[in-house]
């Protein structure tokens, strides 16, 4: 290409400010929940000497009260409050006695709203039996584990245990992703973050979830920049669906690896002909299924159980027609695709004479040749001065192992040039291990390359426009983002997202490269 230009990009973290977040004094007042009357807090938030067993909240409107036996915690756990409501005024007691000389803080964690809307908030209310109250500060923003953006609404939890499931103190991120804590004492902790579904302040197994790797040291107030990334553990490993593509053919999808699975269809152990692999952990299989109403996959595994998944099939699916479908996208053919089909059932023979390729601006046949393998069919032809072509497949020019014939096809397809696109040449070379390289526009990942570490890689074939990136340090070199596992302290593949764009031309080659900070 005659055209070349160079862009660089470097990957920089932004410091964003803290703010304090839910606290009963001081700080933004929220615009949507009920207002604390600071003024006629009794006992003040705050007080020393604490001998009572119970104080008063007062909002500018009228509240009820919202699941307390699970949003009102007191910490340290030395009392089981409950919570009463007057009109505007919430009244907080216990029975048991406290212990000397010791900092308690009153959660209530949604546990006033609004009588009209709903509307509720985090607040906590502090007091000492003691001559001081424990005045220590963390804050930590928790974010995305994959896209890296803030999360709002997270329960973020100081544990005592690593394999607490209920925090010793808790806080909630910010819009900007940002959590708070207050009145802490000195001592190490376990930090975890947990999206806190049904709003019982345990970490339960199907929430996001994120974790600090390091033990938090507390002596002093901490603002930590490294954040917490927030994920979904991948769960027990099972199959997760199974569908019928008539007339023959299956799709069975898990979340393991099938590559070496045995997998038999109603006892019977499909061979490797009848299996084509569309990812990992996704194969499309064939099976004839005239005399089958219900179908049962087992899959077995060297070193697991097997899994089990059954579907029934309609007399009305198994008589869909026998069709070819493109394998690629708008009718449109790019440079580097081959103009094919796909039949949802394994091809026997084809029958060349019935099969046409027509140029579109001057009605002349282009010579052609018709190749086949598994279940798709491929024509090759001399395409670099072709624009509009025709492809003309007469009923019945392909038959499939189980005796179909296949529908006919009339399909107008454009032949694209490569001067229509652009090219990125990437440098990586300041990345050390393997890398996946996603190609971003709009948001939505469009391409994905897998990379050992090297000086610089193509991207070809790119539309017009512009374009940003994600890097997945793939640690395991199995071409995917990892999650991560509570359980086994094991933290997500990290990923770096470089947001600003790089803008493509038609018929232009770009220098660019990815630094990570």
């Known amino acids: 290409m005659a055209f070349r230009y160079f862009i660089g990009f470097l990957l920089s973290s932004i410091l964003v400010a803290c703010a304090q977040v839910g606290q009963i004094t001081g700080g933004e007042k929220d615009t949507v929940a009920p207002q604390l009357v600071d003024s006629k807090t009794t006992p003040p938030n705050n007080s020393i000497y604490f001998s009572g067993n119970s104080f008063s909240l007062t909002f500018d409107e009228f509240i009820q009260v919202n699941n307390p036996q699970q949003t009102l915690v007191m910490v340290p756990k030395h009392a089981r409050p409950t919570v009463s409501i007057t009109k505007k005024t919430a009244t907080v007691e216990w029975k048991e006695k406290l212990e000397a000389n010791t900092t308690y803080v009153v959660y209530l964690n949604g546990t006033i709203e609004d009588v009209a809307e709903g509307n509720d908030s985090l607040m906590a209310y502090a007091f000492s039996t003691g001559s001081f109250v424990d ?70 197994e199907n929430e996001l979830v994120g974790f600090k790797t390091n033990t938090l ?45 045995t997998i038999r269809v109603n006892n019977e152990v499909l061979q490797a002909q009848q299996i084509r692999p569309i990812t990992s952990d996704s194969i499309q299989f064939f099976k004839a299924v005239k005399a089958i109403n219900e179908l049962e996959v087992i899959v077995e595994r060297a070193t697991k159980n097997s899994d089990t998944i059954t579907l029934w099939l309609t007399q009305k699916e198994k008589t869909e027609k026998y069709a070819l479908l493109p394998t690629f996208k ?10 094919s089909f ?52 007469q009923k019945g020019a392909l038959k499939s192992k189980n005796g179909l014939l296949s529908d006919s096809i009339n399909l107008s397809i ?27 526009q709009a948001n939505k990942t469009i391409k994905s390359y897998s990379f050992m570490p090297s000086k610089k890689c193509v991207i070809p074939y790119l539309e017009a426009g512009e374009y940003q990136f994600r890097v997945i340090l793939d640690e395991n070199k199995n071409g995917i983002w990892d999650t991560g596992n509570v359980k ?5 593949e990290k990923c770096l997202l470089f947001t600003n764009p790089i803008k493509v031309r038609s018929n232009w080659e770009i220098d660019a490269e990815l630094i990570p900070n």
């Open 330 to 339: 708008d009718q449109k053919v790019r440079p580097n695709e081959s103009v």
């Open 488 to 492: 086994e302290w094991k933290q997500p």
């Open 342 to 393: 796909r039949l949802n059932d394994l091809i026997e023979s084809v029958t060349s004479e019935k099969i046409r390729l027509v140029n579109k601006e001057d009605s002349t046949e282009i010579n052609h040749k018709v190749l086949f393998s598994s279940n798709e069919l491929s024509i090759e032809f001399e395409r670099s001065n072709l624009q509009n072509i025709q492809f003309i497949a």
């Open 217 to 261: 040291q507390l002596s002093q107030s901490i603002v930590d920049s490294i954040p917490i990334r927030l994920f979904k553990e991948r769960g027990k490993e099972q199959l997760k669906s199974l569908r019928f593509l008539p007339p023959n053919s299956f799709v069975l999808s898990s979340n393991y690896a099938l590559e070496q699975a």
């Open 135 to 204: 005045s220590l500060r963390y804050s930590v923003k928790v974010e995305d584990a994959f896209t890296n953006a803030p999360l709002q609404d997270i329960t973020v939890g100081l544990f005592n245990e690593k394999d607490s499931t209920k925090p010793y103190y808790f806080a909630k991120s910010a819009p900007n992703g940002i959590a708070v804590f207050n009145y802490l004492k000195q001592g190490n902790y376990f930090v975890k973050a947990f999206k806190d579904e049904n709003k019982d302040l345990e970490l339960q």
């Open 414 to 440: 454009v032949v694209r040039q490569e001067k229509e696109f652009g090219i990125i040449n990437m440098d990586l070379s300041a990345f050390k291990s393997p890398l996946v390289l996603e190609i971003l």
